[in-house]
């Protein structure tokens, strides 16, 4: 059997209670494939309002998971706070994060751990700056990430891994799809090597940065791209082009 196909939304800290509700309820209404999987990413304020509007079939994602059961961390989300909200999966290792609040490989890694061992969906992100790809260290980058989270995580079942080129995110770039399918190609490759062949068959790794309903459908053609982690688009109603993105490419 064929690797599902995921698309995620990450809403990032953008919209209102009636915004993210309207997103909620033409996603809710859409004819969207049944064969995707599709998990949105809501502001923390507003995920038990998406969770409860949103339908079945849909899942919701916490952009964010602190790496400890409870306890004096204020600004934080755990595990058990998340499951207790009906909230399936959470998002760790986004570049935003990474850079912006200087979280690191080890940290990332203790998150991913907590989240798996609560039992969610991990969406692993990883990815390289345009430095770092200039510098060709594209492959180096992303593999020190994902080394890090396989010194802490044995079992990647529940695991979606995002390669979100930095340089590509929110930014209108885009990677060329020979780019993108490299770089998927190499974590893969990584799989294989560092944990099972099996677990590399059966991961789903997906595409993120300036995913448009213009260029999902040449992406998702590509062999190793299994979907999409999508940012702005994920706001708009074209957000259902790219769930769908692999019915138009098969048109």
């Not at 203790?110 to 492959?139: N, V």
């Not at 802490?152 to 079942?157: G, I």
Request: proline share 3%; charged share 25%; net charge negative.
């Amino acid at each position: 059997m064929g690797r599902q196909f995921f698309v995620g939304g990450n809403f990032k800290m953008n919209g209102s209670l009636k915004s993210i509700l309207d997103i909620v309820k033409n996603l809710s209404n859409a004819k969207l494939d049944p064969d995707v999987e599709v998990v949105v990413a809501p502001p923390a304020l507003y995920l038990l309002a998406v969770r409860e509007h949103l339908r079945k079939g849909i899942e919701v994602a916490s952009q964010n998971v602190f790496d400890k059961p409870n306890g004096a961390f204020t600004g934080e989300i755990s595990v058990d706070q998340l499951r207790d909200g009906n909230v399936t999966w959470a998002l760790v290792g986004h570049s935003e994060r990474r850079v912006i609040l200087g979280e690191d490989d080890d940290f990332v890694a203790r998150k991913t751990s907590a989240a798996l061992a609560g039992d969610l969906g991990a969406i692993l992100c990883i990815g390289e700056s345009l430095e770092q790809r200039e510098a060709g260290k594209t492959i180096e980058v992303v593999t020190k990430q994902l080394n890090a989270v396989a010194e802490r995580v044995s079992d990647w079942s529940k695991v979606v891994i995002a390669y979100e080129p930095i340089w590509a995110i929110g930014t209108g770039k885009v990677a060329t799809t020979e780019q993108a399918q490299e770089a998927h190609s190499a974590i893969r490759k990584w799989l294989s090597e560092k944990t099972s062949k099996e677990t590399s068959e059966s991961m789903r790794i997906i595409y993120g940065g300036s995913v448009t309903e213009k260029n999902c459908g040449d992406l998702a053609k590509q062999p190793d791209i299994d979907g999409f982690l999508v940012g702005g688009a994920s706001l708009k109603p074209a957000f259902v082009d790219i769930v769908n993105s692999r019915q138009q490419s098969s048109a």
